[in-house]
C-alpha cells in the first residue's frame, strides 16, 4: 500500500506546483523572448526546453503579435490596443513596438530614436537610413535563431519518454486511450513545436516591425523638415485638408508626438485623394509654385487679408504644395523603404502573423496536454518523478545558459548609415586662439551646435555627457595668419588648426579651457572666464596663457580620471576623423533597444582612434583661412574705430584745456560796465560755440569714417560668404541623388544664415557701442559746459542758448540712440537708419555751429551796443579799452582760424582711412600711426606747451618711423623750435621737409654736421623773411637748445654758448613811442647773464635782478625807448648771452605801447 499512496501524492501534487515555478525561471521566459536580439538567440532559443515556461512564451508571443498587427484603412494599431488592455511587452526589445509609455501616442522606438538622433548629434536626418545589420550577418545570426530554436527544443521531449513508455504497456487494450494521439507524444511535440514557432517567428516579427518604425520615423521627420524649409506647414494643411470629426482629432494626423506610422498614411491619403485633373493643373516647378504663392500674397494684400487667413482651403494653396509634397515623400519613401521592401516582401509579415498564432495554439494545446498526460499517469509511480526531476533539470539548464550569456550568439542590432559631408565644418570663429590669448574675447560654440556641425563631417562621436557640467567649444587656428589682401592673386598659407574644450561646473565659478598644441601631446589646462552677452544666448570666452596655467588638480573635474578619459576619447576622435577621415559615409550600430554597443567595442574602436590621432595634424583649409582674415578685417575696423575715438577724446580734451587757460576768467561784472566786459562776456560764449563746433565736426569725422568702412566690410563679407560657401559645397563628385541634395541644400543655408547672424549680431554691436560712447561723450562735455555756464556771476542770453544748443544734441542723439520716434513719420527705426540719421545730425550741427563760432570787429561792437548795459559806458572808458577791445576781437578771430585750420587736418587725417587698404592690407605704417603710444606723442606735439618741440628716437618710434612723425609734424601745431639732437632717425632731407612745410619754425638745433645745419639755417631764415616780408612780429633763435630740466612737460630754450646763443626779435611800430615786451625767463645760475640791444643799441639792465627771475620762470617787461624804434622799417631786438646759462620760456608778441597819459581824466591819443 506504501508505493501507491508515494505515486498518488506525487502524481496529485503536480498541479499545485505553481508556487515553485518561479524557482525554475519560467517567468524570466517571457523577458528573455523580448529580450533575444539584445542579449543573443540563446536565450529565446532555450526557453522552450521546459514545460516550466511555456505560457511566458505565449503571452510574449501574444503581445509581440498584437503589437505587429496594423490596419491602414482603419488606422489600426495593435500596440495601441495593446495597451487600452492593460498589456505590455515584456523584455528589452519587446516594448520598443509598443507605445511609449511617457509619449502615450507614439511607439517606444521612435522616442529612441529621438533621443538617439539628439544624443549622436545627428541634424541631418535626411542623410540618414537604417537596415537590420549587415546582409550575412542578419542572414547567419536568423539562421542560429532557427536551428538552435529548433534543436533545443526537442530536448523538451526528454521528460515524457518514460511515461508515455510506461502507459503505452500498462493498458494496451484500452481502445479510448489516447485516442487523439495514439502514439502519445501528440501533446509534447505540439508544445514544444508550439514554443519553437513562437520563439522563432517573434523575433522575425521584432526584427520587422523594429525596422519599419524606425524608417517611418526617419521618414516623418525628413518630409516634415523638408516641408518647413519649402516653407509648407503639413500639419495645418493636412488638417483643412481632411474631414475630422474633432479638433482633437485633428492633432492626430500630422505630428511629431504621434506615431509617425498614421502620419504617413494620412499622408498617403490626403496625395491619394486629390483629382488627376486638378493635379494636371497645379504648378509643375517651383517657380510656377512660387508665382503661384506671389499671387496670393498680392491678393491678400488688395483684399485685405493682412492676417494671412486661409484661402479656399481644398483648393489654391493645396494645389500649390501638392506638388512639392508628392515629390519629397516619393524621394524619401523609395530612399527609406524601398530597399526594405526588396529584402522583406511584404507578404512576409502576415506569415509570420499566422505562424505565431499557430504556434500560440500548438503551444496552449500541447501544454494543457502534457498536464493532462502526466496526471493520467497515476498508475505509473516512477515516471512523474522522472518527469518532474528532468523538467528541474532542464530548467536549471536553462537558467545556466542565461547566466552564461556567450557574446557568440549576440545580434549585430541595427546599422545606420549617415552620408557625410563632402567638406570639413567651418571653423567656430574668426579669431585666433594667439589673439584671443592677447586679451581678445572670442565666442564658444556649445556643444549641442558644434557636435551637430562636426557629426556631419565626421559620423558620430564617442558618447561623453557629465551632468550639471556645460560644454563649450572653439575650433580654430593656433596662431595668427599673416595679414594679407584679399587679392585673388595671392594664395594665403595654410595654418594649424587647434580645437579647445572648455567646460564649466554649474557650482563653480571659474571654467577650464583645455586643449593639445600637437596631436601627441597631453592636454594642457588654463583658467578662463565665461561671459554670457545679455538679451542673446551668446557666450564669450577670455584666457590668459601667460599667467592661466594652471594644474589638473585644481578643478575637480579634470582632478577625475574616467571624466578625463571620456573628454581625451571624444577629443582624439574629433580630431583624427577631421583630418584623416577615409570614406563618405558612416556606418554606426545601435543595440535593437536603440542603446550604444558595449563597452567592449567601444574601447577597441576608441583605441584605434587613438593610435591614428598620434600621427595625426590639422591643417585649416582654404575656406577657413578666408574666413579668419574676414575676421581679421572686422576686428582692423574696430580696433581703429577705438583709436579714433580715443583720438577723439585726446584731441577735444586738450583743445578745451588751451581754450579755457587762452580765455580769461570772466570777473563779477558791476551794473556799470565796461566795453571790456562786454567783449569778454563775447569772448567767452565765442569759444563755447568753438567747442561745439570741434566736438560735433569730430564726432561727425568718426561716424562719417565708420560708415565707410562698413561699406568696404561688408563688400568683403559678401565675397568672403560667397568663398566660403562654395568651396565648402563644391567638393561633391558625380550626380548626388535628391536626399544628398537636400541635405547640402540645408547646410548651405545654415552656414549661410549663420555667417550672415555673425556680421547682424556685430554691427549691432559694434554701432550701438559707437553710439553710447558718441553720447557719453557728448553728455560729459555739455554737463561740463552747463557747469562753467553755472558759475558765472551773472545772467546771460546766449550762456543760456549755449546749454540750449547742447540740450538739442543730447536730445536728438539719445532719442536715435533708444530709437525713440521724434515726429510721427519716423518710427521706431532699424540700426541702419539711425547711423545714417546720427552722421547727418553731427554733420549739420557742426555746420550750423560753424558760423557763431567765427567773430569779426564790426560783429562784436554790434554786441555790444546791443547790450542793455552799454548805455551806462562812458564814453572816456569807451576810447580807453578801445584798443584791448580789438586785442581781444582779434583773439577770437585769429582762434577761430586756428580751430577751422586744425579741423581741415583732422579731417584730412581721418579722411585719408576712409579705404579699404587699412582694413585688408599690411599698413602697419598706417595702424603704428594710430596706435595709442602714437596718440599719445600726437597730442604731445599739438600740446602748446611743446612749441620748443624736442624730438628723439624714442618719440618717432612712438608714431611709426620717421615718415609717421613728418606727417604728424606737419599737421600739428605751429612750432617755433626744433630739436633733433638725439635723433639718429631723421634726415637732412626730412628736416628741411618739415621746416619748409611749417613756416612758423624760427630756430632748430641738431647734431648733423656743419653743411646740413647751414643747409637747414638757410630754409628758417627764409621763413623769417617771409614773415618779416608780412609785417609779421617773429623771432629767430641761434646756438640754443631745447629742455625742460626746471619745468617737466613744458620745454624752454636754454642759452648756454657766451655770445652766440641768441634770439632775434623782429617787429613793427605804428607810432615812435616808447613800447615794451614781455619776458617769460629765467636766469638759471648766480652769474647769468644776456644782452639786449635794440637796432644795435644796449639797454639799460633793468632785467634779471629779480629775486623771482632767479629762482624761476617769471615774466619781466623790458621797456623800448622810442629814441630807438623805427617807424618805416623793421625794429630788431637781440637777446644774446653774454655769461652763465640762460631759460627763456616765452617772448610775448606783439609789443604793447605804453599808455602816455595827459592828466588823471583819461590816455592822451597815442
Not at 669 to 685: G, H, P, T
Not at 850 to 875: D, P, W
Not at 1115 to 1126: F, G, I, K, S, T
Request: proline share 4%; net charge negative.
Amino acid at each position: 500500500m506504501a508505493l501507491p499512496t508515494l505515486s498518488g501524492t506525487l502524481v496529485g501534487g503536480i498541479q499545485d506546483i505553481s508556487a515553485l515555478l518561479p524557482l525554475l525561471g519560467t517567468e524570466q521566459c517571457e523577458t528573455h523572448v523580448g529580450s533575444a536580439l539584445d542579449r543573443g538567440f540563446l536565450y529565446s532559443s532555450i526557453t522552450p526546453i521546459s514545460i516550466f515556461g511555456s505560457l511566458g512564451i505565449v503571452r510574449a508571443a501574444f503581445n509581440i503579435l498584437i503589437a505587429s498587427f496594423n490596419i491602414q484603412r482603419y488606422r489600426f494599431l495593435g500596440a495601441k490596443k495593446l495597451n487600452d488592455g492593460g498589456f505590455y511587452p515584456a523584455g528589452v526589445v519587446a516594448p520598443m513596438i509598443a507605445l511609449d509609455p511617457r509619449h502615450p501616442k507614439r511607439f517606444l522606438a521612435e522616442s529612441r530614436l529621438e533621443a538617439m538622433l539628439d544624443d549622436e548629434h545627428i541634424e541631418n536626418v535626411e542623410d540618414l537610413t537604417v537596415s537590420l545589420g549587415h546582409g550575412q550577418g542578419v542572414l547567419r545570426w536568423n539562421v542560429m535563431l532557427v536551428s538552435f530554436s529548433l534543436v533545443i527544443a526537442t530536448a523538451g521531449l526528454l521528460p515524457y519518454i518514460l511515461i508515455i513508455h510506461n502507459s503505452q504497456h500498462s493498458r494496451p487494450m484500452d481502445p479510448d486511450r489516447f485516442s487523439i494521439f495514439p502514439s502519445g507524444w501528440g501533446f509534447p511535440v505540439a508544445r514544444v513545436l508550439g514554443s519553437a514557432f513562437c520563439v522563432i517567428a517573434a523575433q522575425f516579427l521584432m526584427q520587422i516591425r523594429i525596422s519599419v518604425l524606425l524608417k517611418m520615423r526617419l521618414l516623418f521627420v525628413t518630409i516634415d523638415r523638408l516641408a518647413k524649409k519649402a516653407g509648407i506647414d503639413l500639419e495645418s494643411i493636412i488638417q483643412t485638408g481632411s474631414e475630422l470629426n474633432s479638433a482633437h482629432e485633428q492633432k492626430q494626423y500630422w505630428n511629431v508626438d504621434v506615431a509617425s506610422e498614421t502620419c504617413i498614411w494620412t499622408l498617403q491619403k490626403w496625395l491619394a485623394t486629390e483629382d488627376r485633373q486638378n493635379q494636371a493643373h497645379a504648378p509643375a516647378d517651383l517657380e510656377s509654385q512660387a508665382h503661384a504663392t506671389k499671387d496670393r500674397k498680392s491678393q491678400d494684400h488688395a483684399t485685405g487679408n493682412l492676417e494671412g487667413q486661409p484661402h479656399d482651403t481644398g483648393g489654391r494653396e493645396s494645389q500649390v504644395h501638392r506638388p512639392i509634397i508628392q515629390k519629397i515623400y516619393t524621394t524619401e519613401y523609395e530612399r527609406q523603404l524601398d530597399s526594405m521592401n526588396k529584402f522583406v516582401p511584404l507578404w512576409i509579415t502576415p506569415i509570420l502573423g499566422f505562424t505565431l498564432v499557430i504556434g500560440i495554439a500548438l503551444t496552449v494545446g500541447g501544454y494543457i496536454g502534457c498536464f493532462y498526460l502526466i496526471q493520467h499517469s497515476t498508475n505509473d509511480t516512477f515516471g512523474p518523478v522522472v518527469w518532474l526531476v528532468l523538467e528541474a533539470l532542464l530548467s536549471i539548464i536553462r537558467i545556466l545558459v542565461w547566466a552564461l550569456n556567450p557574446s557568440w550568439d549576440d545580434s549585430e542590432g541595427i546599422i545606420f548609415k549617415l552620408q557625410l559631408a563632402t567638406h570639413p565644418p567651418l571653423i567656430t570663429c574668426n579669431i585666433s586662439l594667439e589673439e584671443i590669448t592677447e586679451g581678445g574675447l572670442a565666442p564658444v560654440a556649445r556643444a549641442n551646435n558644434f557636435l551637430e556641425d562636426i557629426v556631419t563631417y565626421t559620423g558620430p562621436l564617442p558618447s561623453f555627457d557629465v551632468n550639471d557640467v556645460a560644454l563649450y567649444y572653439i575650433f580654430t587656428a593656433a596662431d595668427e595668419p599673416q595679414f594679407i589682401s584679399s587679392d585673388a592673386s595671392q594664395t594665403p598659407s595654410l595654418e594649424d588648426g587647434v580645437l579647445c574644450v572648455i567646460i564649466s561646473a554649474y557650482q563653480e565659478q571659474e571654467s577650464r579651457i583645455l586643449f593639445k598644441r600637437n596631436m601627441g601631446s597631453s592636454f594642457f589646462v588654463y583658467i578662463s572666464t565665461l561671459e554670457r552677452v545679455p538679451g542673446s544666448t551668446v557666450v564669450n570666452f577670455r584666457v590668459d596663457l601667460q599667467e592661466g596655467a594652471t594644474e589638473f588638480e585644481t578643478h575637480f573635474l579634470t582632478a577625475d580620471a574616467r571624466f578625463m578619459d571620456q573628454l581625451t576619447s571624444q577629443y582624439d576622435a574629433i580630431l583624427s576623423q577631421l583630418q584623416n577621415r577615409k570614406s563618405s559615409k558612416a556606418t554606426f550600430g545601435k543595440t535593437w533597444d536603440m542603446q550604444r554597443p558595449s563597452e567592449k567595442k567601444v574601447g577597441m574602436m576608441e583605441a584605434s582612434v587613438e593610435r591614428e590621432v598620434v600621427e595625426s595634424r590639422i591643417i585649416l583649409t582654404k575656406e577657413d583661412m578666408t574666413y579668419l582674415r574676414h575676421g581679421q578685417m572686422e576686428r582692423r575696423r574696430r580696433y581703429m574705430c577705438l583709436q579714433l575715438e580715443e583720438w577723439i577724446e585726446l584731441y577735444i580734451g586738450l583743445f578745451t584745456e588751451e581754450l579755457f587757460q587762452d580765455v580769461p576768467v570772466i570777473p563779477v561784472f558791476e551794473d556799470s560796465e565796461s566795453l571790456m566786459s562786454v567783449a569778454q562776456k563775447y569772448e567767452a560764449n565765442k569759444a563755447e560755440y568753438l567747442l561745439i563746433e570741434c566736438w560735433t565736426s569730430m564726432e561727425w569725422f568718426l561716424m562719417d569714417t565708420a560708415t565707410k568702412w562698413d561699406e568696404h566690410v561688408q563688400a568683403h563679407h559678401e565675397n568672403m560668404v560667397d568663398s566660403v560657401v562654395t568651396g565648402t559645397f563644391a567638393g561633391a563628385t558625380g550626380e548626388p541623388d535628391r536626399s544628398e541634395q537636400h541635405s547640402e541644400r540645408i547646410r548651405k543655408g545654415k552656414l549661410t544664415a549663420r555667417l550672415a547672424g555673425e556680421r547682424e549680431s556685430l554691427i549691432d554691436k559694434t554701432w550701438s557701442l559707437h553710439m553710447e560712447n558718441m553720447h557719453q561723450r557728448l553728455r560729459k562735455q555739455a554737463n561740463l559746459t552747463q557747469r562753467r555756464i553755472c558759475e558765472r556771476r551773472y545772467y546771460d542770453l546766449t550762456g543760456e542758448a549755449i546749454s540750449a544748443e547742447w540740450l538739442k544734441i543730447l536730445t536728438r542723439t539719445g532719442d536715435i540712440l533708444e530709437c525713440k520716434p521724434w515726429s510721427s513719420w519716423t518710427p521706431r527705426l532699424p540700426l541702419s537708419a539711425r547711423r545714417a540719421l546720427l552722421t547727418d545730425e553731427m554733420r549739420s550741427n557742426a555746420t550750423a555751429l560753424r558760423g557763431k563760432s567765427k567773430v569779426t570787429i564790426f560783429e562784436a561792437l554790434q554786441m555790444a551796443l546791443r547790450t542793455q548795459e552799454f548805455g551806462k559806458i562812458e564814453s572816456k572808458i569807451l576810447q580807453n579799452d578801445l584798443h584791448e577791445f580789438e586785442l581781444i576781437v582779434g583773439r577770437c578771430r585769429e582762434r577761430a582760424d586756428r580751430v577751422s585750420t586744425s579741423m581741415n587736418y583732422q579731417r584730412t587725417d581721418i579722411k585719408e582711412l576712409q579705404n579699404d587698404r587699412v582694413l585688408t592690407g599690411n599698413a602697419d605704417n598706417l595702424l603704428m600711426y594710430w596706435s595709442t603710444e602714437s596718440l599719445q606723442e600726437r597730442r604731445r606735439l599739438l600740446d602748446k606747451n611743446q612749441k620748443y618741440l624736442y624730438l628723439s628716437d624714442t618719440s618717432i618710434k612712438a608714431v611709426g618711423g620717421p615718415q609717421n612723425m613728418i606727417r604728424a609734424l606737419l599737421r600739428s601745431q605751429d612750432f617755433t623750435f626744433l630739436d633733433v639732437r638725439e635723433s639718429t632717425k631723421l634726415t637732412v632731407e626730412d628736416i628741411l621737409l618739415v621746416l619748409k612745410g611749417v613756416k612758423s619754425i624760427r630756430g632748430f638745433s641738431s647734431n648733423l654736421g656743419e653743411t646740413a645745419e647751414k643747409e637747414i639755417l638757410n630754409v628758417v631764415q627764409s621763413n623769417v623773411c617771409e614773415a618779416v616780408a608780412a609785417k609779421q612780429d617773429t623771432c629767430l633763435y641761434e646756438n640754443v637748445f631745447v629742455t625742460d630740466y626746471r619745468r617737466k612737460g613744458r620745454p624752454y630754450l636754454l642759452f648756454k654758448v657766451t655770445g652766440s646763443s641768441r634770439c632775434t626779435v623782429t617787429f613793427h611800430t605804428r607810432k615812435k613811442r616808447d613800447h615794451i615786451i614781455r619776458l617769460r625767463h629765467c636766469m638759471t645760475t648766480i652769474n647769468g647773464k644776456v644782452d639786449i640791444k635794440l637796432n644795435s643799441q644796449s639797454l639799460e639792465r633793468t632785467w634779471g635782478t629779480s629775486q623771482a627771475v632767479k629762482l624761476n620762470f617769471a615774466d619781466e617787461d623790458v621797456e623800448l625807448p622810442a629814441a630807438y624804434l623805427n617807424v618805416e622799417k623793421p625794429v630788431e631786438l637781440t637777446i644774446s648771452l653774454a655769461e652763465g646759462v640762460y631759460g627763456l620760456s616765452d617772448v610775448f608778441l606783439p609789443i604793447r605801447m605804453v599808455q602816455v597819459h595827459a592828466s588823471g581824466d583819461g590816455p592822451a591819443d597815442p
